[in-house]
Each structure stands twice: as structure tokens, then as C-alpha cells.
């Protein structure tokens, strides 16, 4: 599997990158599903079945991005990775909104600085996906046209 990321296409940074946000999402995933108690002290209410299902839907939703990404990470697809990418800025766009919008309790950042750092995660996301759409369609055009049929 190391060579597969020796003779990659794709930079390490975003590779590095990649797994970072797929930490991020895995530690959502955890409080979403088993840190109910982390929750509640953010100041999100959990009171019953409706509740819990945006709680589990969300973090299956979450599971579904690691899983994609963790292929990604395998396949070292440049399409492939486009995709996940795309994904995670509309994603982390949206939190970039919602997030200072609608702090949690224990947020440990003020609704500017936390805009501010969601600005420089999708800038860096953003460099990622043209990073890796240039290496794709740079792939395309020096591959055989009996190739792409």
C-alpha cells in the first residue's frame, strides 16, 4: 500500500490533508453515536426518538464520507478523489455558515474566528480538488484514446 502512495499521482499534502478531515469526521461520528453527554453540554437537546434520529442520520452520513474517503485514499484515484473532495466542500461550506450562525455552548471559538477557520479549511479543500481535477484531466488528455472508450 506505501508504494501505491510512493508512485501516486497525487501529492502528499493532499493525501495528508485527507486523512486529517477523516479524523475530524470519525471523531463527529463518535459524539453523534456513543457521547451523548458531550452533546448536551454543547447545548444540543436530545429528548427523545426524533432527536436521535438527525443525531444517528447524521453521523451515518459522516461514516458514508469516511468510507468514500478511506477507498480514495486506498484506490489513489484521481477522479476518485475529485469526487471526495467536491463532497467535502459542500460539506464544510455549509459548516462554515451554520457553525457561527448557530454556535454550541461550548464552542471553543467565537462565532468570527470559528467563520474564519472554516474559510481556510474549504480554501485548503478547494486547493485540493483543483490539485487533483488538474492531475485527472491531465491524465485524460495523455491517455490512449482506446483507452477512455
Known amino acids: 500500500m506505501f508504494e501505491r502512495f510512493k508512485n501516486s499521482p497525487i501529492p502528499i499534502w493532499v493525501n495528508v490533508f485527507l486523512i486529517v478531515t477523516v479524523l475530524l469526521m470519525a471523531v463527529q461520528v463518535f459524539w453523534n453515536y456513543f457521547d451523548h453527554q458531550y452533546l448536551l453540554d454543547a447545548g444540543i437537546t436530545i429528548g427523545g426518538d426524533p432527536d436521535k434520529n438527525v443525531l444517528y442520520t447524521t453521523a451515518g452520513r459522516l461514516v458514508a464520507m469516511i468510507g468514500a474517503s ?80
Do not use: C, K
Open 70 to 149: 478511506i477507498f480514495v485514499l486506498i484506490t489513489q484515484n484521481p477522479a476518485q478523489h475529485a469526487v471526495v473532495w467536491f463532497m467535502s466542500i459542500l460539506r464544510e461550506g455549509q459548516e462554515m455558515f451554520i457553525d457561527p450562525l448557530f454556535p454550541y455552548a461550548n464552542s471553543p471559538a467565537a462565532p468570527i474566528a470559528d467563520f474564519g477557520i472554516h474559510v481556510v479549511i474549504v480554501a485548503l479543500e478547494i486547493a485540493a480538488f483543483v490539485t487533483v481535477y488538474r492531475i485527472w484531466r491531465q491524465e485524460r488528455s495523455s491517455a490512449p484514446a482506446s483507452a477512455l472508450t
